[in-house]
DNA sequence: AAGACGAAAGTGGTTGA
DNA sequence: TCAACAACTTTCGTCTT
């Protein structure tokens, strides 16, 4: 692309991210799909003679699987077929469509309820097309290996949407999660970890870095102050003060201390909010950054210029 | 008076026997 | 399966601006 995109047309918000993958330019803080065109015109196959070409083109209606039956249909049997064979084997056939017709119509009956669910939440929290795909699928996988029961199909919904909002690094926060699919934080949590342990996702922690960018942009944060944030992350990345600990608590105090540097105060109970952790966790955080990254001429240099 | 700080007790989840 | 444990929260009292 001769001309990158440098500001998200709908909030302003510079952090833009390319999924190739996707073939999408997201932007991080609204979700909004920027650019959907980033076509790969690269053929990822070679072909040496005919019989592999066969094989290897696909051509067909799009899939997807945002639609409950993604996009296709089996059925056992037209009718007309069927009478066509004896009886015995006729039979038969009757039998496996009814069976057929049960299990598919329970599956596909919940399924559909489920993605009109999710399609609501989604676009509550104006998550990008991508991830809603990716949500749709991973809960359709939950519900064919039986997951669902025993849980309410709303928290499996959300549970998928927060896996699948992880895996394109389009951070949202449990809270978050929760207040748009009105389940509760902890099941939400649960039915998250039960769902990516049982389908085998892996998931690679959230970094702080990601929410950053919209912690900052909501609390009105300027660029500079975002981008100094972002530094102290990786220092404090490098002096291992990010293991083991929750990723949303490092970046609000990170943001917090960054604010103070530029002057731009906030709060520690405005940061606590917008991240969704206690200012108690942002003292902590915050302690731990100035006693590792010695920090402290920073912060006195801002106090000095304020007395003058 | 509001915000920052810190101690203490409680919660939910992970880990290792 | 249970107890120890770490991270985080809630609550509350004290200090600072």
Redesign the pocket.
């Known amino acids: 692309m001769a001309e990158m995109i440098k500001k998200c047309p709908e909030c302003g918000g510079i952090n833009l991210f390319a999924n190739k993958e996707k073939g999408e330019v997201i932007c991080k803080d609204c979700g909004l799909v920027v650019e959907d065109k980033m076509v790969d015109f690269t053929q990822e196959w070679r072909e040496f003679d005919d019989d592999g070409a066969e094989k290897r083109r696909r051509t067909g209606a799009p899939m997807t699987y945002t639609q409950y039956d993604q996009g296709l249909g089996t059925e056992v049997g037209q009718k007309a077929d069927l009478y066509k064979l004896g009886g015995k084997v006729k039979n038969k056939f009757f039998r496996l469509r009814k069976w057929q017709y049960r299990i598919s119509t329970a599956i596909e009956r919940n399924l559909k309820l489920a993605l009109a669910e999710l399609k609501r939440v989604s676009s509550y929290l104006k998550l990008p097309k991508s991830v809603e795909e990716e949500a749709a699928r991973i809960y359709t996988q939950a519900v064919q290996r039986g997951l669902v029961r025993g849980r309410s199909m709303e928290s499996v919904v959300a549970g998928s949407l927060y896996a699948a909002c992880r895996r394109h690094e389009v951070p949202r926060t449990l809270d978050e999660l929760s207040e748009a699919s009105g389940i509760e934080k902890?099941e939400v949590?649960?039915t998250y970890?039960f769902v990516t342990r049982e389908l085998g996702i892996t998931i690679l922690p959230s970094n702080p870095a990601d929410y950053i960018a919209r912690f900052a942009s909501s609390l009105k944060l300027s660029a500079e102050t975002q981008s100094k944030a972002v530094e102290i992350l990786e220092k404090a990345q490098k002096a291992e003060l990010t293991?083991?600990?929750?990723?949303?608590?490092?970046a609000a105090a990170a943001l917090y201390v960054s604010a103070l540097i530029h002057g731009e105060?906030?709060?520690?109970?405005e940061v606590a909010d917008v991240a969704?952790?206690?200012?108690?966790?942002i003292?902590?955080?915050?302690?731990e950054l100035l006693d590792k990254l010695d920090l402290e001429k920073d912060i006195k240099k801002v106090k000095k210029k304020k007395r003058k």
Do not use: A, F, H, L
């Open positions: 902890k949590g649960r970890r293991s083991g600990r929750g990723p949303t608590g490092i105060k906030r709060t520690q109970r969704g952790v206690t200012e108690v966790t003292r902590n955080r915050y302690k």
